[in-house]
């Protein structure tokens, strides 16, 4: 599979590292947002009522989170990212370890997770190698290491929110070098709109990118995507991730040759108005400027949660 050309790599790239900017339901429940997990728990009483308790306080911790005033800039997005129903969906609770896979620099999604893990959890952000940088970008360079947050070494600072402190340091490692002393550690792994460049290339990182991060998460870990959804009847050259689509079945085989099992997916992303016939990236929010895709809205998503066996 060739590499696209460097500028519709740059519009690539720009789309899926900025969570700055940027699926199937088994029960219509486990879609139901915050306020609703809150109401459930409300007359609980007893043992019962203590993990009601302990989950009221994760939906609160939640939607502080999301409603936090540095999110301004960016609320206006969650009218397609949903992310109240998203991350509830994916089980999260703010003492967790969560792991962010490319949050590129002051991330779309990372405005959310540093706050809602600062005080009680921990936050790692994971990027991709050089080697598939290169490929993405044939005039790759220092520069672009900042712009995309690419350093491992100042991932603190790209995952930083003003006024908040973490009380455990963020830090950030390579998708296909995640060391042993993180094996086992993580709670939960998340993949919003990252994935469809590990498919990509002559040589896919894929299952080299999913061994680790299986490694990475303690059995009964959970893992969520997120991901730009081609139709099953796509072609498959279409549907590689060279046009930021993948087909949801691709991405459930692979996760399973990883030996993830998936536990649940969602609708929570889904835009029937998606036509799928181009590149993603001429859609917003990274293309504003074309009235009628700008009447579509983001893309058509899948959102997937898998799980690690005990």
């Known amino acids: 599979m060739k590499a696209i050309g460097y500028v519709s790599a740059l519009a690539l790239v720009l789309a899926a590292c900025s969570n700055g900017e940027e699926a199937n339901s088994s029960s219509p429940d486990e879609t139901g947002g915050v306020n609703d997990a809150a109401a459930d728990t409300a007359e609980t009483s007893g043992a019962d009522?203590?993990?009601?308790?302990?989950?009221?306080?994760?939906?609160?911790a939640l939607a502080n989170s999301i409603d936090h005033e540095r999110r301004d800039e960016n609320r206006a997005r969650d009218e397609w990212r949903h992310p109240s129903e998203t991350l509830a969906f994916f089980g999260?609770?703010?003492?967790?370890?969560?792991?962010?896979i490319l949050p590129g620099n002051g991330g779309w999604y990372t405005q959310i997770l540093t706050p809602?893990?600062?005080?009680q959890g921990r936050l790692i952000g994971v990027t991709y190698p050089d080697s598939l940088w290169t490929q993405m970008f044939p005039s790759w360079s220092e520069d672009n290491y900042e712009r995309f947050g690419a350093d491992i070494t100042q991932m603190g600072r790209y995952m930083s929110v003003e006024g908040v402190v973490s009380t455990q340091p963020i830090v950030g490692y390579t998708?296909?070098?995640?060391?042993?002393?993180?094996?086992?550690?993580?709670?939960?792994?998340?993949f919003f709109r990252a994935l469809h460049h590990l498919f990509r290339?002559?040589?896919?990182?894929?299952?080299?990118?999913?061994?680790?991060?299986?490694?990475?998460?303690?059995?009964?870990?959970?893992?969520?995507?997120?991901?730009?959804?081609a139709p099953e009847s796509a072609d498959d050259a279409f549907a590689s991730g060279d046009n930021g689509y993948l087909k949801q079945s691709d991405v459930i085989a692979a996760f399973e040759r990883a030996g993830f099992v998936l536990e649940a997916s969602s609708e929570i992303n889904a835009n029937p108005n998606d036509p799928v016939d181009g590149f993603v990236w001429r859609l917003p929010p990274t293309t504003t400027n074309n009235p009628d895709t700008l009447a579509i809205g983001e893309s058509d998503r899948m959102t997937l949660r898998f799980r690690k066996p005990e």
């Open 49 to 60: 009522g203590e993990n009601a308790s302990a989950d009221e306080s994760a939906s609160m």
């Open 92 to 100: 999260l609770e703010p003492d967790m370890t969560i792991v962010e």
């Open 116 to 119: 809602y893990t600062a005080e």
């Open 175 to 190: 998708i296909d070098n995640i060391p042993d002393l993180e094996n086992g550690e993580a709670d939960a792994v998340l």
């Open 201 to 229: 290339f002559e040589e896919p990182m894929i299952d080299t990118a999913l061994a680790e991060v299986f490694d990475m998460l303690a059995p009964g870990g959970v893992v969520g995507v997120v991901q730009h959804r």
